[in-house]
């Protein structure tokens, strides 16, 4: 990543600051793929968007993902620690179709059918722009976005039953597979299993979030030992940076004291 990637990342977390999920997830995204226009930015998949935030989380904090949960049977807490590469792996070819966008040879927007009562129905997988959109609707569900994708008179909402909804989100979740994440997990203590989803747009969100706090600290910390502006101070390297709250650390901390909220972590610059 080029020197203007901490510069980025400030200003999308200042813009979501106050922003619902799916408009974080957009910020994340337009960071993942800073060469993509917003246009082309809603159109992707969820499963598109999933692995440009899984390779960027992956650049900017590195590949291991560290969570802790609720055993559902004894109540012990679990530490769970997995390699966001795996969750990349691209999926078994024979495991389901893989539809294409009407008009193209590009696997990004597949165009699906099933059969109903009286013809075929089409859909599509739902994509960044449908969850945006939903997000300012009251009372949208998992529901209304899969009507939202639905093709032709007799996918109409409302129209569909039970069991026709769980057939088109099967078949959409073979067909897009990262766009819902689910971690296979076991109890150490009481050998339980079972699995979760991983909301990887609010986990790498939160991730972020701490990474500014802990960068507008420095910033802080530099602006008054030396009067640097923000944008001088982000024209650093990392490593020189460093040199310098190290330096600053040492002069403020007392015999037995401890490191400053401002201290830089391990990390060749990253957060």
């Keep these: ?30 960071l993942a793929a800073p060469d993509k226009a917003m246009g082309e ?12 935030l899984l ?22 807490p679990v530490e769970v620690t997995l390699d966001a590469r795996e969750l990349l792996s691209p999926p078994d070819p024979d495991s ?27 859909f599509r997988v739902p994509t960044v722009g449908d969850v945006l959109a939903l997000s300012e ?18 996918g109409r909402p409302g129209t569909l039953s039970g069991a026709m909804v769980e057939r088109i989100a099967g078949r959409m979740a073979e067909a897009d597979p990262l766009a ?5 997990l076991s109890c150490p203590d009481c050998g339980a299993a079972w699995s979760v989803p991983l909301d990887l747009p609010a986990y790498l969100w939160s991730e972020v979030d701490g990474w500014a706090r802990r960068t507008l600290d420095q910033l802080h910390a530099l602006a008054l030992a030396y009067g640097w502006t923000e944008g001088e101070t982000l024209s650093l390297p990392p490593r020189r940076r460093r040199a310098y709250l190290e330096r600053i650390q040492d002069s ?20």
């Design 96 to 122: 389901g179709p893989r539809g294409r966008a009407e008009g193209s040879g590009e696997p990004s927007l597949p165009l699906l059918w099933e059969e109903v009562e009286g013809g075929r129905l089409g």
């Design 180 to 184: 819902e994440l689910e971690l296979a």
């Design 41 to 52: 930015l809603v159109g992707l998949p969820l499963g598109e968007q999933n692995r440009c």
């Design 137 to 154: 609707e009251p009372g949208a569900s998992g529901v209304t976005l899969l009507e939202r994708c639905l093709e032709g008179e007799e």
């Design 252 to 271: 403020l901390r007392g015999p037995g004291a401890g490191p400053g909220p401002w201290a830089v972590p391990p990390h060749g610059g990253r957060a």
């Design 55 to 76: 390779q960027l989380r992956v650049r900017l904090f590195g590949a291991p993902l560290h969570a802790v949960t609720e055993c559902p049977e004894c109540a012990i």
């Design 1 to 30: 990543m080029d020197d203007s990637w901490e510069a980025a990342m400030l200003d999308a977390w200042e813009e979501g600051a106050g922003a619902g999920p799916a408009r974080r997830a957009l910020l994340l995204l337009a």
